[in-house]
């Protein structure tokens, strides 16, 4: 055979010979053991007779597509392994995460690479195909002779890939554990990218994931995505590790979440929380969801009075985590009062000595906890904020407002 | 004591805002189902049958609520679309074949909504070839640009519209009695017509498309089994309300048309003589509820139906979706709408006669999808806990046996027409039976029905209704 490839949906049905060229059965399934070999076809399972045969991958002379022929007859019959991944059972017509193309996809079909070994042939899993070419193909296997609709699927590009990149789903802890399916793919992607993916999961194949997902990823996960899609997978979960994602979360997301789970169940996560992140949570959760209160975030860096510029950069040092999304300072007095918001981008063209007071905009723009949300974005719109300080009652510094929130709350609109 | 009313006040505020939350899917599907396929079936119902089929209402809404709630809870268990369970349990060509049947049937069921958009327009002159286009161009980007979802109340809102049918009923002052006695006597007659007129009653009400989409839209609002009790409410609240609707219009129509002789409707002056107590409003109503049933459900309806498809069939999906990153769904979508309107242009086109086919082919689909639906709620694997009840597969199996029976009763009667009578015909070729079914004082009606021995068998074997040789 010219080509070093072939379909899964070739193979079902292909006939299987033994040493003296007599026909045992036919393919049925065939099987990956992930264990051992991730992509490796391990076993062919082959009716015929009473019951299914299991042929081995080392017991393969040839494989074309006019049949298999075995170089060892030692055949034994097919009883159900938890450690197989059965292709045509488990596989086809299921979904999986395509990794690179960061969606979750049906298979239609598998793509092999037969590689020629010394006294045999393997093959193993190249790509899994969707799209249109491998729909028609599926259709016309066993109406018409393989060879033709080879000839006639290249009229149609192929849609394919690559079997490294794919993510099996399965809901089954200890399945998962058998074969061998860890969220890796998932947890190099950016956490919007996965939110999108488990969005349109099961609920179950949801869980399984966050289960086993890293807390850390969890909860970035969690942070992108829908409130009521977050509640009902927090719901979903052991409190304990709804509980270990929540603490990973930043207080004022982690605030929005528990708002919007039933009372009971946000308690107990509440309960199950370290002493630290729960007090932030439990304060934050005090406020109004559409007040300045619940739309604000803790995660500000708030200074001295009298800070210089070098100090400033002094303290930046200390806060790594936040500086991704920091765009200003705040001034504090002794008392906590706010005095003043100072753009971080001043500190760049200012000499290390010079007071940030200094650096400080005319005007301090801030609002009350319990300013309304519209009154908010219209503060946002007519200064062109960037972050928006927002003081308590006993006018000290209670948390901020950041510009991500208001386009959140105004694409809910 | 106080923290703790506050708590049951809290925890009621919840319930009724998980309620408002769930509100939608099943109310939804409810009025899009009293489509322009609807309002037309029951009025031609009506205007030619009179109170007679008002009987099946009751097992139409039976049945209506076992599949919606079927469809709703497979939904909430499984958490995907029903073409997606079609798929994953029987495999592609199984899927394949049901997608190319309900891509058809779905197809006359777009066509019939522009029809219904055109008839409603052209009771006030406004001429097909204006209308059609322009509600098919608003149709596409309504949805393709994604304002849909904010005019989506605004249709709902309108089909309090449908009350209309309720007042006129009432100012029309029916046969009350009537009307209740034929509410639940079954009457079945051998004709081609009246089988018919069955087969598009239940094909309107519980049309196969439906049930995609009802559990699609299950899936994503995010309805899980915990929330599930709501929503089964609001499901058979829908059913319900949709199967009161019907009765009204076969109310008004059986007083306000049959009862000054039977006739078929052929265009929507003659449905919205049901409405006539409303004087000169009349026509303003009728037109406004037709128009708006129809736009509504056809921007659902295609939607839905490649939706459907794509999911399917593992195409990309989504209006959310570049052109090129899902061409297979934007082609289909724009093939439904466009070639949906297309044909309704074509000159003389029947426009009564095609909404009243599509929903004779939805009642002919309608068991197939019927059967899958049943096998997949009772996969234990699937559904866990949730399968269906033993008294819930009896009434989908002998749903769908009366389905297959009714339609092969018409296949039957149809192709015996079709061939020459010498053939077939039993051997005094005069009508075999004459069927006079419905004995009111005012207007016995009359069919004159060629029955061959065949129908003659099944009619002694299924031994209900009312026949005199």
């Known amino acids: 055979m010219a080509d070093d490839f ?14 003296k060229g007599r026909r045992l059965g036919l393919v049925k399934d065939a099987a990956i053991v992930p264990l051992i070999h991730p992509s490796r076809v391990d076993r062919f399972l082959v009716g015929g007779g009473w019951a299914w045969l299991t042929v081995r991958y080392d017991q393969i002379r040839s494989i074309t597509l006019d049949g298999i022929y075995l170089k060892d007859e030692q055949l034994t019959p097919y009883h159900s392994d938890e450690y197989m991944l059965r292709l045509v059972r488990d596989l086809l017509d299921q979904q999986i995460i395509d990794g690179q193309g960061r969606k979750v996809v049906r298979v239609t079909d598998i793509t092999f690479k037969i590689q020629h070994e010394a006294d045999g042939e393997v093959i193993s899993i190249l790509d899994v195909d969707i799209g249109l070419r491998s729909v028609l193909r599926r259709l016309a296997q066993g109406a018409i002779p393989r060879r033709l609709i080879r000839r006639v699927q290249v009229l149609i590009p192929p849609h394919s890939i690559r079997w490294e990149h794919c993510s099996i789903i399965e809901a089954d802890p200890q399945r998962r554990l058998r074969l061998n399916i860890s969220n890796k793919i998932l947890e190099r992607m950016h956490p919007a990218d996965v939110a999108d993916i488990v969005e349109d999961l099961s609920p179950d194949d949801r869980e399984a994931i966050f289960e086993t ?21 927090l719901e979903s979960l052991e409190t304990e590790k709804a509980a270990d994602i929540v603490e990973e979360m930043s207080p004022h997301e982690a605030a929005d979440v528990l708002a919007e789970l039933e009372e009971q169940t946000s308690e107990d996560i509440l309960e199950e929380m370290e002493v630290e992140p729960k007090a932030e949570v439990e304060e934050l959760l005090e406020y109004k969801e559409n007040s300045a209160g619940g739309l604000m975030n803790t995660e500000y860096v708030a200074l001295p009075e009298d800070a210089t510029v070098a100090g400033a950069i002094e303290a930046l040092k200390q806060h790594e985590e936040i500086l991704e999304s920091l765009n200003t300072l705040f001034l504090v007095d002794a008392n906590e009062q706010l005095k003043a918001a100072i753009p971080l981008a001043r500190l760049f063209t200012a000499a290390g000595a010079t007071p940030l007071r200094d650096l400080a905009p005319e005007t301090l723009i801030q609002v009350d906890v319990d300013e309304r949300e519209d009154r908010i974005t219209e503060l946002f719109d007519k200064y062109n904020l960037l972050t928006l300080p927002v003081i308590d009652t006993a006018g000290k510094l209670a948390g901020v407002i950041t510009v991500d929130e208001i386009i959140s709350l105004l694409r809910e609109k | 004591m106080k923290n703790d009313e ?10 009724i805002a998980i309620f408002l939350s769930v509100i939608g899917p099943g109310l939804i599907t409810a009025n899009v189902d009293n489509d322009s396929g609807g309002i037309f079936t029951y009025s031609q119902a009506g205007a030619k049958y009179g109170y007679l089929p008002l009987w099946t209402l009751i097992p139409i809404t039976l049945l209506l609520i076992v599949t919606q709630e079927m469809s709703s809870r497979m939904g909430a268990v499984t958490g995907k679309g029903l073409s997606d369970l079609i798929r994953e349990e029987f495999g592609l060509r199984t899927t394949f074949f049901l997608m190319i049947a309900l891509v058809l049937t779905n197809f006359l069921n777009v066509i019939s909504e522009f029809a219904g958009i055109a008839s409603s327009l052209e009771l006030f002159h406004i001429s097909r070839y204006i209308s059609v286009p322009i509600c098919a161009v608003a149709v596409w980007f309504l949805v393709v640009r994604g304002n849909y979802r904010s005019v ?51 094909g309107t009400s519980i049309a196969p498309w439906m049930q995609f989409y009802l559990q699609s839209a299950i899936v994503e609002k995010g309805i899980t089994t915990k929330d599930y009790v709501q929503s089964r409410i609001e499901v058979i609240v829908g059913c319900i309300l949709t199967d009161v609707v019907a009765f009204f219009i076969i109310v008004s129509c059986a007083t306000a048309i049959w009862a000054h002789g039977p006739k078929d409707i052929n ?10 107590p409303f004087g000169q409003y009349a026509y303003l109503l009728f037109s406004a509820g037709l128009f708006n049933a129809s736009f509504f459900a056809a921007c659902i309806l295609p939607l839905s139906t490649v939706f459907t498809v794509c999911e399917g069939l593992g195409f990309e999906s989504g209006v959310d979706k570049r052109f090129h990153e899902a061409p297979e769904f934007y082609w289909l979508y724009t093939l439904l709408v466009g070639f949906g309107a297309a044909v309704i242009l074509w000159p003389n086109f029947p426009l009564i006669k095609m909404i009243l086919a599509s929903q004779v082919l939805n009642g002919v ?45 018409l296949a039957s009667i149809t192709v015996r027409q079709m061939m020459p009578q010498a053939k077939l015909a039993p051997t005094n070729s005069a009508p075999v ?37």
């Open chain 2, 433 to 469: 039976a004459q069927v006079q079914s419905y004995d009111s004082q005012r207007h016995a009606f009359k069919t004159d029905v060629h029955v061959s021995r065949i129908a003659h068998l099944i009619r002694q074997a299924i031994g209900i209704g009312k026949f005199t040789d």
């Open chain 1, 6 to 19: 072939l379909f899964l949906t070739e193979l079902l049905g292909l006939k299987v010979y033994d040493l």
């Open chain 2, 152 to 202: 989506e109340k605004i249709f709902l809102v309108a089909c309090c519209l449908y009350v209309t049918y309720i007042v006129s009923a009432f100012l029309l002052k029916p046969d009350w009695k009537e009307a209740a006695i034929y509410s639940v006597k079954p009457i079945l007659m051998f004709d081609t017509d009246y089988i018919t007129m069955l087969i598009a009653m239940v």
């Open chain 2, 6 to 15: 506050g708590k049951i006040i809290k925890r009621f505020r919840y319930q």
């Open chain 2, 267 to 276: 265009d929507a002056a003659d449905a919205a003589v049901a409405l006539k």
């Open chain 1, 213 to 233: 997902m890293d807390s850390e990823v969890a909860a970035e996960t969690l942070s992108e995505m829908e409130p009521d899609v977050q509640a009902s997978i």
């Open chain 2, 365 to 409: 689909l309608l068991p197939f999808v019927l059967i899958y639906m049943v096998i997949l709620i009772n996969k234990k694997g699937l559904m866990k806990e949730w399968t269906n009840s033993a008294a819930y597969n009896a009434v989908a199996w002998v749903s769908v046996a009366i389905m297959i029976g009714l339609t092969l009763a």
